[in-house]
Structures are given as structure tokens and as C-alpha cells.
């Protein structure tokens, strides 16, 4: 903690009041650095939910999209069946990452019994995981393109 007193020149004394007061803004400023640490905490959660809710709305849509591939190879001739195993690899893309969550998740629940450089392995390997979030964004929607190009071209 800081301390800093007032000392009065003429008699000598210290001044307690301001030693007071910069006690109590030191309790303040712990306060203060305990909330952020809570909101980051909150912050962490909430980037947690809203890749599940992403990743539950990809898997939806590339559901719809593995239908729409099979609807087309019926309806168009030229389309061929073997066509649907383009949005069934990306299905596989988006359950490879669901995996990497389940094991970044397992791995955090146990945090305390892990040693330094497993820690530091799997901090480089959630890294990559936030990177395949985006890839299976990227995935999805260039399986819509390719999708919607069947669709209008014929």
C-alpha cells in the first residue's frame, strides 16, 4: 500500500487525515481492480456463448444446406449426387471444432493440475481454435455460394 503523510514544517507533526484518505483510496482502487476482473471473467463467458450459438446456427444451416444439395442432384440432372459431399466436409469441419471447444473447455476445468508447459501447448492450440471459428464461417458461406450457383445456373 502507498503512504503518504503530510508532514507540517512548523511543529513537526504528521497530518493522520490525508494518511487516511489514501488508505481508503487504496481500498477503492482494489475494489475497482476486482470489478474489472469480474467483468473480464463475464467477458470470457460471454465469447464462450455466442461461439456455441454461431457454431449451433452454422450446424443448423449446413443441415438445410446438405437437403438443398440433394434436392438439387434430383431436380437437376446435370447435378450430380456425389455433390452433397460438399456441404457433409463441412459438417465435418464444424464437428472438428466442436471437438477443439469440448477440449479447450475439459482442459480449463482442470487448469490448477496442469504444468507450465502444458498450459503453454494448449494456449497456442486455443489460438488456433478461435482461427478455425472463422474458417468454419468461411466455409459455410462459400458452401452457400456454391450452392446458390447450382441453384441459379440451371
Not at 53 to 76: C, E, M, P, T
Request: with cysteine; charged share 25%.
Amino acid at each position: 500500500m502507498w503512504h503518504f503523510y503530510k508532514h507540517d514544517t512548523m511543529n513537526g507533526n504528521i497530518n493522520l487525515n490525508e494518511n487516511t484518505e489514501v488508505l481508503s483510496s487504496d481500498e477503492e482502487m482494489k475494489k475497482i481492480h476486482e470489478n474489472f476482473e469480474r467483468t473480464k471473467e463475464k467477458g470470457v463467458k460471454g465469447i464462450l456463448k455466442y461461439f456455441d450459438r454461431i457454431h449451433d446456427k452454422l450446424f443448423n444451416f449446413n443441415n438445410i444446406l446438405i437437403v438443398g444439395y440433394f434436392a438439387l442432384s434430383k431436380v437437376y440432372d446435370k447435378i450430380s449426387l456425389f455433390s452433397v459431399f460438399i456441404p457433409l466436409c463441412n459438417l465435418m469441419v464444424l464437428i472438428y471444432i466442436e471437438y477443439r471447444m469440448m477440449e479447450k473447455s475439459r482442459f480449463e476445468s482442470n487448469i490448477m493440475d496442469q504444468t507450465s508447459s502444458t498450459i503453454n501447448k494448449y494456449g497456442k492450440r486455443i489460438s488456433n481454435t478461435n482461427l478455425f471459428s472463422l474458417l468454419s464461417i468461411i466455409s459455410t458461406v462459400s458452401v452457400t455460394i456454391l450452392f446458390l450457383y447450382y441453384f441459379f445456373k440451371e
